[in-house]
């Protein structure tokens, strides 16, 4: 009996290290990013490719009509619309912390290559609104980096891909519509 006693329990270890390992791994496979400053911007890449496989190719309901960007506040997503309403590039981007007020805008001005609010050179600016006196536009940092934002410094520039705000760039002319929306 002793010899059966002994088997049952290596067999009851075994499998409750077994179940153990399971439930760890589905933990760590579902849990959420760590919020550690090194980190932040791996784990937004990995929200936004998650993100980006849920958006389908037509803009928000309410966007308007005809030639014109698009901007969702709310999930920090571009469209450029053409004028039949098709979509000819989406992409995701990353808000400063002045947002512009939800309404209709045009492109203000441009610059190819400036410095940006926060220091970094910035390349192909599309600036479309002012929010108590911060411009507001789309640009991209020459060195690929999105914005380390602090909420006491206000800054107007929402940050895009470089590829992303080339596209941008053509699309975007002076006098181009610009919809917001949340």
């Given at each position: 009996?002793?010899?059966?006693?002994?088997?049952?329990?290596?067999?009851?270890?075994?499998?409750?290290?077994?179940?153990?390992g399971?439930?760890?791994?589905?933990?760590?496979?579902?849990?959420?990013?760590?919020?550690?400053?090194?980190?932040?911007?791996?784990?937004?890449?990995?929200?936004?490719?998650?993100?980006?496989?849920?958006?389908?190719?037509?803009?928000?309901?309410g966007?308007?009509?005809?030639?014109?960007?698009?901007?969702?506040?709310?999930?920090?997503?571009?469209?450029?619309?053409?004028?039949?309403?098709?979509?000819?590039?989406t992409?995701?981007?990353?808000?400063?912390?002045?947002?512009?007020?939800?309404?209709?805008?045009?492109?203000?001005?441009?610059?190819?290559?400036?410095?940006?609010?926060?220091?970094?050179?910035?390349?192909?600016?599309?600036?479309?609104?002012?929010?108590?006196?911060?411009?507001?536009?789309?640009?991209?940092?020459v060195?690929?980096?999105?914005?380390?934002?602090?909420?006491?410094?206000?800054?107007?520039?929402?940050?895009?891909?470089?590829?992303?705000?080339?596209?941008?760039?053509?699309?975007?002319?002076?006098?181009?519509?610009?919809?917001?929306?949340?």
């Open positions: 009996m002793a010899g059966n006693s002994s088997a049952i329990v290596t067999g009851l270890t075994a499998a409750a290290l077994l179940a153990v399971v439930l760890g791994h589905q933990a760590a496979a579902n849990a959420p990013a760590a919020a550690h400053p090194d980190r932040a911007d791996t784990a937004r890449t990995t929200l936004r490719a998650d993100r980006d496989k849920a958006f389908p190719a037509t803009p928000p309901e966007s308007g009509q005809g030639l014109r960007v698009v901007y969702d506040l709310g999930d920090d997503r571009v469209w450029l619309i053409g004028n039949g309403g098709e979509v000819r590039r992409f995701p981007v990353s808000p400063s912390t002045v947002d512009p007020e939800p309404g209709t805008y045009h492109v203000t001005s441009r610059s190819k290559n400036i410095t940006g609010s926060d220091g970094i050179p910035v390349e192909h600016v599309v600036r479309f609104a002012d929010n108590d006196g911060t411009a507001i536009g789309f640009s991209a940092a060195d690929g980096s999105a914005p380390h934002l602090d909420p006491k410094v206000l800054t107007g520039g929402i940050r895009e891909t470089r590829e992303d705000g080339e596209a941008m760039w053509r699309f975007a002319t002076i006098g181009r519509k610009v919809v917001v929306v949340r």
